[in-house]
Each structure stands twice: as structure tokens, then as C-alpha cells.
């Protein structure tokens, strides 16, 4: 089939890996080149996890979670470092609570911390909370994880264009099928409940240690990493910041979360006097319920958004999944509830 793909973030380079290697004739085009900082797939890392407080998404990632070591393999690279991932929170909140019983459910290696010894390099837990520790998680290297997968897909034929589709029914009679993942830009071409905010994060200035990659179940819904190959230990916030129209150049994050970022490292790491530097912008295209939506435009046309501020980890899965869809497959059988078809 001749499929051309609208963005080369994870998802539009995954999806495009996925068809090239089924000897399909793939064109991407992105409208700000490879390796960009406009969108959401850019920077030095991301957390992979299975443990979500939501068992959804726990069971999407037994089939997503391996995809990543078939990236390695594929590329010969090393993308993901397996340093575990501590989760805190207050010990009877709901969300820990439900974390806890899906991972048990699904049968994910988890065990339970109470204090801040038993994790060398991960945030401190106070009083009242408990850390649920999986030791398969950690990290991605985001930027180098992207180049493997456009990289991979060119070696099997696929060719990636410096350009922005504004027509897509020309498109669509040119192709066989489009597979939009347009990330931040999906309003354009599909209406969905969609909002686009800037998501601001930093690092530790001064800083360095290893320990596991961390989320603090609160209202900011704080999370982090430590080092990561030369970058100090990074903290960011996932709570909404502005919304924005993608399009504007300008990312403007909320200035209170440098604050929260800086108190952050006080309260959970003991450093009395933060050093926030290289603040960073990119952006979160969030659904309702923070979930994903895939589905079918019309015929020969289907699109991602799945992000919702955890899309990288699933970016291979979902890029599968598009092209398990355009091949008239239904792989979303098992999770129908992301699965939403236009017409
Ligand atoms: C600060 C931050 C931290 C995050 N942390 C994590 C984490 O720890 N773990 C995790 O799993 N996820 C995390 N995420 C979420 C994850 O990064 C995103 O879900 C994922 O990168 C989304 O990828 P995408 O391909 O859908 O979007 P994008 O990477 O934005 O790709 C969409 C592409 O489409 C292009 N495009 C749009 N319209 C057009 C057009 N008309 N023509 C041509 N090109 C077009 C855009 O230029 C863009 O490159 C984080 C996100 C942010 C912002």
C-alpha cells in the first residue's frame, strides 16, 4: 500500500517504522523537520512504567513495555535504562490504592517502601505514605529513541519530508491510507475534546545521583529522574499548565511550577537551596479522563491522539496499532475503550 503519515513524533515514527518494515511505501511529513522541540517528543528522557493508577493502562503496557527492547534489537542501540520507578503517595488515597491492586491483578513484580533507605536515589517518604517500587521501569532516551525509530524506518524505505499538510483529502486520494498523529495539531484535521497546554520541567542544578525514576501521586503530580547520561537529575510537572494553540511559536509555561519544582526538591530531596536550570516546554494534548483515542476517520484514514502527558512509553504499541488498523486488523479489541472510530 502507498501510506503516507502526518508527523514525525513518536507516534508517526513508530507507525512509520511498523508499515516500512511490512514492505509497505511509507512517506511521513513533518511540518518542523526531525528531531524538532515544537511538539511533545523531544528532550533528553521519558518515564516507561507499567504501574499506573489506572489498571487500563497497566494492561496496555504488557503489550507495549516489551516493544521497546524489539526497538533496541532492531537498532542495535541502548534506549531504556531499567532503574525502576518509585511511586508515592499518601498509603490509603485511592489512587495508591488501585495502583497496588492492579499491579497484583496483572501479576507486575511491585513491592511496597515506607522509607527513604530502602531506595537509595529515590524522593523521601514521609509518614502516613508508602512507595510502591517496580523495578521494571525507568527510562527511555527520548531524542535518541525518535532518531532510532525514523532511522529504522528509512533503512526499510520510508522517506520523511520537511513539510506541512494542510489539504488532507488531496492527501487521502493520493494514498492508499494516512495515518494522522499529528499530536498537538490533531484539531486540525479531527474534532476531538482535545486541549493543549505547556508542560514545564527542569533540572537539578549541581545535582547528581542514580536511583530510580519517581511520580509523587499529589495535586502537581510531580515526577522524576535521576541523572541521565550528562543531564542532572530532572523533575517535572504534570498537572495542566496554559493552554495553547500549537501553532504558536512562543511556549509559555506556568511560572509557579519552577517554584513547585524548586520546593519540590526541599521537601522530597533535602536540598536546602535548588539550583532550577535548563527549564524546558513541550507540550501535552490531553484528553478527557487523560486518556487516548484511536480510531478511523473514513475509509483509508485513521489517526492517534495518544498522549494525554504518558504517551511516549506506548508510542511503538500505538504506532502497531495503526498499522495493524490500516491493514484491517483490529488490534484494540482488548481495549475498546480508547478505540473511537469518527465515521
Ligand atoms: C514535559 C513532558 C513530559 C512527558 N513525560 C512523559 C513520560 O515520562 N512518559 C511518557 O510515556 N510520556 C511522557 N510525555 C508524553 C509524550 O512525550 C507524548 O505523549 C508523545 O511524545 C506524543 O507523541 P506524538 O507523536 O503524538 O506527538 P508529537 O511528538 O507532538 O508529534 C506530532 C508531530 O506532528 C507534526 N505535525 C502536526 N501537524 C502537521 C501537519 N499538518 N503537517 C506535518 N506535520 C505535522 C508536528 O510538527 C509534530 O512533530 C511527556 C510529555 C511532555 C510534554
Known amino acids: 500500500m502507498k501510506v503516507a503519515i502526518v508527523g514525525a513524533g513518536i507516534v508517526g515514527a513508530s507507525a512509520a517504522r511498523a508499515m516500512a518494515r511490512r514492505g509497505h511505501e511509507v512517506t511521513v511529513y513533518e511540518q518542523h523537520g526531525e528531531g524538532h522541540a515544537y511538539g511533545s517528543s523531544h528532550g533528553a528522557s521519558r518515564i516507561v512504567r507499567r504501574a499506573y493508577s489506572d489498571p487500563f493502562y497497566t494492561s496496555v503496557m504488557l503489550e507495549a513495555y516489551p516493544l521497546w527492547a524489539a526497538l ?5 542501540s541502548t534506549l531504556v535504562d531499567e532503574v525502576g520507578l518509585l511511586y508515592v503517595g499518601k498509603e490509603d488515597a485511592d489512587t495508591m490504592v488501585s495502583l497496588v491492586r492492579g499491579l497484583t491483578d496483572l501479576g507486575v513484580k511491585h513491592a511496597l517502601r515506607t522509607t527513604r533507605s530502602q531506595v537509595p536515589g529515590g524522593p523521601a517518604i514521609v509518614e502516613g505514605e508508602v512507595g510502591v517500587l517496580t523495578p521494571e521501569a525507568g527510562y527511555v532516551r527520548a531524542d535518541r529513541a525518535l532518531a532510532a525509530s525514523l532511522f529504522d524506518a528509512k533503512a ?7 513539510q506541512r499538510v494542510e489539504d488532507l483529502d488531496s492527501l487521502s486520494r493520493e494514498n492508499d491510507v494516512v495515518l494522522l498523529c499529528a499530536g498537538g495539531w490533531i484539531g486540525r484535521f479531527v474534532d476531538l475534546p482535545a486541549t493543549v497546554t505547556v508542560q514545564t520541567f527542569a533540572h537539578l542544578g549541581g545535582q547528581s545521583w542514580s536511583g530510580p525514576v519517581w511520580i509523587e501521586d499529589g495535586p502537581l503530580f510531580h515526577y522524576g529522574f535521576p541523572s541521565v547520561d550528562s543531564h542532572a537529575p530532572k523533575v517535572g510537572v504534570h498537572a495542566p499548565g496554559p493552554a495553547i494553540d500549537a501553532d504558536e511559536i512562543e511556549r509559555r509555561g506556568d511560572p509557579s511550577h519552577v517554584d513547585a519544582i524548586a520546593s519540590l526538591a526541599t521537601r522530597r530531596f533535602g536540598i536546602a537551596a535548588p539550583v532550577v536550570q535548563d527549564v524546558g516546554r513541550c507540550l501535552y494534548t490531553t484528553l478527557p479522563g487523560e486518556d487516548f483515542r484511536i480510531g478511523r476517520v473514513r475509509d483509508g484514514v485513521f489517526y492517534a491522539s495518544a498522549c494525554s502527558g504518558h504517551g511516549f512509553k506506548t508510542g511503538p504499541w500505538v504506532g502497531r ?8 486488523e483490529d488490534p484494540l479489541a482488548p481495549f475498546a475503550r480508547i478505540r473511537h472510530d469518527i465515521g
Open 156 to 162: 526499510h524505505g520510508a522517506r520523511v519530508l520537511h
Open 321 to 328: 496499532v495503526l498499522a495493524d488498523l490500516a491493514e484491517g
Open 72 to 76: 533496541e534489537a532492531d537498532t542495535s
